[in-house]
């Protein structure tokens, strides 16, 4: 055996541990802790009593102003971090979907997996009185760093596409019910089926329209060579009270992520997250 097969046997056997299965369930309450949250400051903006962004800032300063709020945020870092390290295992080793092992199955994990870092390190960096700056902050700023480089009007083009495609499948998704794939149905009741799958479907409609919006502002800024229209989760959120629908329409999708938040919480005890076993010999993309 060579070293590359010995270190992918271990990081095998630790991605099938349980305490890792404990620990990417721990992600997955951390998300929906993060949602929950999101959520609430998007309907109080809704009624006219926001004060924080609609945004994984605004959640942490939400978290930091309650007592004991400094052992919550480490708990959502390291819950973060097992998030990340989840689906970096299930980019290495496959998910335990049909065809999981598949290349198109593993990519989109990785891609997860950087985004949960990218939380993670957020996280832990407000922690150490870094990285205040809102979500619309941090989006023009990089789109306009970006837009200074050569290419770097396309790059943020690029991005804006990729998630108005996630978003589009991710509103295809949840019309199917796709997302029953990735949650062990069998060890569901009566009562949790018609409970966690609605959840699921009408949060992530939410999770997608917001997704869409975002990659549509920023393709906007790219095309328009104008970093300042680029927009973050706060700043698509209340774009939608600037909508015909107003305060309303701003509601209906806070809510929406508030059932996704909830809808998380279902998955800490149905979703799939066992490493997959090798079949075979056969590359994992045969």
Not at 9 to 27: D, E, Y
Request: charged fraction near 20%; hydrophobic fraction near 50%; proline fraction near 4%.
């Amino acid at each position: 055996m060579t070293a590359k097969d010995a270190a992918r046997a271990i990081g095998r056997r630790a991605a099938g541990h349980p305490w890792f299965h404990g620990l990417s369930r721990a992600g997955l309450a951390a998300r929906g802790v993060l949602y929950l949250l999101i959520g609430w400051l998007a309907l109080l903006i809704a009624t006219g009593h926001g004060g924080e962004e609609a945004d994984r800032q605004g959640a942490l300063r939400t978290v930091a102003d309650r007592p004991g709020g400094w052992a919550v945020l480490c708990l959502l870092a390291a819950g973060f971090a097992g998030l990340a390290l989840w689906q970096f295992a299930e980019a290495l080793y496959g998910r335990p979907l049909p065809n999981g092992r598949r290349k198109r199955m593993r990519l989109p994990a990785a891609f997860r997996g950087l985004t949960y870092a990218v939380g993670c390190t957020g996280t832990v960096g407000f922690l150490f009185g870094q990285g205040h700056a809102s979500s619309d902050q941090q989006s023009r700023a990089l789109s306009a760093r970006a837009m200074a480089e050569p290419g770097g009007r396309w790059a943020v083009l690029a991005v804006g596409a990729g998630f108005v495609v996630w978003g589009v499948v991710t509103l295809v998704n949840a019309a199917r019910r796709a997302f029953r794939d990735e949650l062990d149905t069998d060890a569901m009741g009566t009562v949790a089926h018609w409970i966690v799958q609605p959840l699921g479907t009408i949060g992530n409609v939410a999770r997608g329209l917001i997704g869409g919006a975002v990659g549509a502002f920023l393709a906007y800024a790219a095309i328009s060579f104008a970093p300042d229209r680029a927009e973050g989760l706060d700043g698509v959120l209340r774009e939608f009270a600037a909508t015909p629908a107003g305060g309303w329409g701003l509601a209906v999708i806070a809510l929406g992520l508030v059932i996704f938040g909830l809808y998380s919480f279902c998955e800490v005890r149905y979703r799939k997250v066992e490493a997959v076993e090798p079949r075979d010999d056969r590359p994992a993309d045969a």
